[in-house]
């Protein structure tokens, strides 16, 4: 029992020392792209063509600058949100997890020739997020149609 012990309070360690990685350095927008999502399915993206990664992308009349400002006012109203890095055409934020703390980072790219924002939504670590990610896309663009 005693070394039973041992091993789970060394997992539950490993598994919180995770939780805390630094953030990836495959970020950002590189040749008009957000990053591939990984084969695992803790990701999602409007850039990507794999059905079990693959989400809209979210459109807009107007300006870049001004539908990156009404996106920053729905992320605004999210719980455990935090803008990492922004421009007119380009966020960064980390949602970190209640419980665990786990962190996904979620990133918006306006493409202004085609008039859509490219989301990205990826878990840090793990293998499955249970749908979190493509939940959270989701109550976005709800937020972004009803605006």
């Known amino acids: 029992m005693k070394g039973s012990g041992i091993i789970i309070i060394l ?37 990507s063509t794999d059905p079990e990664h693959a989400v809209a992308p979210l459109t807009y009349t107007g300006s870049a600058s001004a539908a990156m400002s009404d996106l920053k006012k729905i992320i ?37 020739t085609e008039k859509q924002i490219h989301v990205r939504s990826a878990s840090r670590i793990g293998y499955s997020d249970f749908k979190v990610n493509r939940g959270r896309v989701g109550r976005i663009r709800d937020a972004w149609e009803h605006r």
Do not use: W
């Not at 792209?33 to 399915?41: E, F, I, N, Q, V």
């Not at 719980?79 to 962190?103: D, G, Q």
């Open 11 to 47: 997992c539950i360690g490993v598994v919180l020392s995770e939780c805390n990685q630094g953030r990836p350095s495959n970020l950002g927008v590189r040749d008009g792209s957000l990053a591939d999502c990984p084969k695992r399915p803790n990701c999602v993206s409007s850039q």
């Open 76 to 112: 605004a109203g999210m719980k455990r949100a935090v803008i990492i890095s922004e421009t007119n055409t380009y966020l960064h934020i980390e949602f970190t997890s209640a419980f665990l703390r786990f962190v996904d980072d979620v990133e918006f790219f306006a493409d202004d």
